[in-house]
C-alpha cells in the first residue's frame, strides 16, 4: 500500500484560490502517478486531475479545466493541486491516490489502492 497524506484545504471565498498537497509517506513518489478525487456531500467521489510520474502528462475533469494545475515536486515527494478561481461547487473532500494516468486515461482514472486517506476538506464560501 503507498500511504498519502492530503492537507491544505480550508475556508476561502468565491473567487479564491487554495493549494492542496498530497505527501508520500515511506516511499518515493518518483514512479507513481498520482490522481486528486473529490466528493461533495451527497454525490459520488469523482476524479478531478491526475499527473504521470514524469510530470509529462496531465489530465482535468472538464469542470476545472482552466482553473485548476496539478503539479509534483518529486525532491519534497509531494503532489500539489492549485486551485484558483473557486466556486461554490467546489466544495467537497479532496482526496489524492496513486493512479494510471494517460493520454487515453483522462479522467477515468481509479485508486490503485484499496482504501482511502482522510483527506482534506475544501468549502467554498461567501
Known amino acids: 500500500q503507498l500511504q498519502l497524506v492530503e492537507s491544505g484545504g480550508g475556508l476561502v471565498q468565491p473567487g479564491g484560490s487554495l493549494r492542496v498537497s498530497c505527501a508520500a509517506s515511506g516511499f518515493t513518489l518518483d514512479y507513481h502517478a498520482i490522481g486528486w478525487f473529490r466528493q461533495a456531500p451527497g454525490k459520488e467521489r469523482e476524479g478531478v486531475s491526475c499527473i504521470n510520474s514524469s510530470g509529462g502528462t496531465t489530465n482535468y475533469a472538464d469542470s476545472v479545466k482552466g482553473r485548476f494545475t496539478i503539479s509534483r515536486d518529486n525532491a519534497k515527494n509531494t503532489v500539489y493541486l492549485q486551485m484558483n478561481s473557486l466556486r461554490p461547487e467546489d466544495t467537497a473532500i479532496y482526496y489524492c491516490?496513486?493512479?494510471?494516468?494517460?493520454?487515453?486515461?483522462?479522467?477515468?482514472?481509479?485508486?490503485?489502492?484499496?482504501?482511502w486517506g482522510q483527506g482534506t476538506q475544501v468549502t467554498v464560501s461567501s
Open positions: 491516490a496513486p493512479v494510471i494516468c494517460t493520454v487515453v486515461t483522462g479522467t477515468r482514472f481509479q485508486n490503485l489502492n484499496n482504501y
